[in-house]
């Protein structure tokens, strides 16, 4: 690697190496969606937990009403309602039936359900016209899930479904991987917080919201502390506030050759972090190690904002991911056409920002998967940066690449699941 940069996989190699996944809690479900669960769940009880009617109708005995016909309509005295959770009639004798609702208990007696369309509805007596088949409409105790059958397998990221099946068995809580607790500084003397004034040298902390933001996307919890000055002992008195409640710290900007370079300079003498240059633009500057009695993660973010947020998706992302005890990255890259061509810098991966897209080619046998190149390789250009889905990759060794080339695209707004 060019100046003693080291290369992007060995540095986030050496980010992944010492981080290990959470101690496992129980969780809320609510509180899970995302999350890795970490024990085998069987099902405390069946599902349907009781026989019950899939339609609206009348619980027959089959035998009672095999010879009903539109032309000679059996009619039979009705003995009460059953509705869903509310008490009813608990059987039937013969000759008679119940009304029934869809999800309400089949009364013993009853070996058929006879659906509204094939009645006149009567509440008294009802004229049915239509044989059911046997046990037609009925939903079996255990038809769905039986009691102690295996549900859902540890190391499984919860999703609405899986949620789903563990509140319909009961389940409150379920244990998993927690979120880790983010911590996002930016540094800098000349940003303000937006809806605040700005002078003339002052910009607003683009930065905090956009890390803040792309770890909550990560399934972080996100501690958006904000801006701090460019001053050594005012950063590490707010660092060391937070560190109680921190997983993982984030901060950006101060890391380069500047005289202010606040991040450098207050922990530098703390031997804990290192910082130098990865082969890669935008993204150079970087830093990682650990603050405090607790070891807490750090990565020291370049300032520049598409240099922090690529930085983030490369190397924090999979961090936290490592954390919540996923894997660092699922299927981080694909293979699209290159629309337009581009120049790089040989020797550092570039990451191009771009427009990914998908377009189906009507008859023909696939879709056309294309990557249009969007702005320039500015690293301050948030505008681009927000136009943007994916990111283009251009390997260390390639210098352009020219309209038709196949590149490799990082796509972007990947949520827990990938
Ligand atoms: N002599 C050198 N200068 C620079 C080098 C270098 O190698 N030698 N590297 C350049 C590269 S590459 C980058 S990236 C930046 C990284 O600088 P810092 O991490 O020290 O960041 P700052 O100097 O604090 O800020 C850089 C730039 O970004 C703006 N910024 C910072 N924080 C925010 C924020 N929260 N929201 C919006 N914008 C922010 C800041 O105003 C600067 O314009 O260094 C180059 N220089
Ligand atoms: O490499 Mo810097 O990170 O261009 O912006």
């Known amino acids: 690697m060019p100046d003693g940069l080291e290369s992007v996989d060995d540095f986030l190699a050496r980010v992944l190496a010492d981080l290990r996944p959470a101690a496992a809690v129980d969780l809320p479900l609510m509180d899970a969606l995302g999350l890795v669960c970490t024990e085998d769940v069987s099902a405390p009880l069946s599902l349907p937990r009781f026989d019950n009617s899939a339609m609206d109708g009348y619980a027959v005995r089959r035998d009672d009403v095999l010879a009903a016909s539109e032309a000679a309509p059996v009619e039979l005295p009705v003995v009460g309602e059953i509705g869903a959770g509310r008490a009813g009639p608990s059987s039937i004798t013969p000759g008679h ?25 009567g509440a008294q007596r009802v004229r049915i016209t239509q044989a059911p088949g046997p046990a037609q409409h009925i939903r079996r105790a255990g038809g769905d899930v039986t009691e102690g059958e295996h549900l859902i397998s540890a190391g499984t990221v919860l999703g609405p479904r899986h949620l789903g099946l563990l509140a319909s068995v009961g389940r409150a809580t379920v244990s998993v991987r927690p979120r880790p607790r983010v911590v996002v500084l930016s540094t800098g003397s000349e940003l303000r917080e937006p809806g605040e004034q700005l002078g003339a040298d002052s910009i607003y902390d683009g930065n905090s919201y956009l890390l803040a933001a792309s770890a909550r996307r990560a399934g972080a919890v996100d501690v958006r502390v904000g801006i701090v000055p460019d001053d050594a002992d005012a950063f590490l008195t707010l660092l060391h506030a937070q560190l109680d409640d921190a997983d993982v710290v984030v901060t950006s900007g101060g890391v380069s050759q500047g005289d202010f370079d606040v991040v450098k300079a207050a922990l530098r003498s703390l031997g804990t972090v290192w910082f130098g240059g990865v082969a890669m633009q935008p993204g150079k500057p970087q830093g990682f190690g650990v603050v405090g009695e607790q070891r807490v993660p750090i990565f020291t973010l370049p300032g520049n904002p598409v240099s922090s947020y690529i930085s983030f998706e490369l190397f924090v992302r999979p961090a936290l991911r490592t954390l919540m005890g996923l894997t660092p990255a699922v299927e981080p890259t694909t293979t699209a056409t290159l629309e337009g061509s581009v120049a790089s810098l040989s020797g550092k991966r570039q990451f191009l920002r771009g427009r990914y897209a998908v377009a189906s080619d009507g008859a023909s046998d696939g879709a056309t998967v294309t990557v249009k190149p969007i702005g320039g390789t500015g690293s301050h250009l948030v505008g681009d940066l927000a136009a943007s889905n994916a990111l283009i990759v251009v390997p260390e060794e390639v210098t ?11 796509l972007l707004d990947r949520g827990t699941h990938g």
């Not at 039936?97 to 509805?121: F, H, L, N, Q, S």
């Not at 352009?400 to 990082?410: D, K, S, T």
């Open 97 to 121: 039936v119940a009304k029934i609702m869809t999800g309400a208990p089949m009364p013993d007696g009853a070996d058929a359900v006879v659906p509204y369309e094939w009645t006149d509805r």
């Open 400 to 410: 352009a690449l020219e309209p038709g080339a196949q590149v490799q695209v990082v």
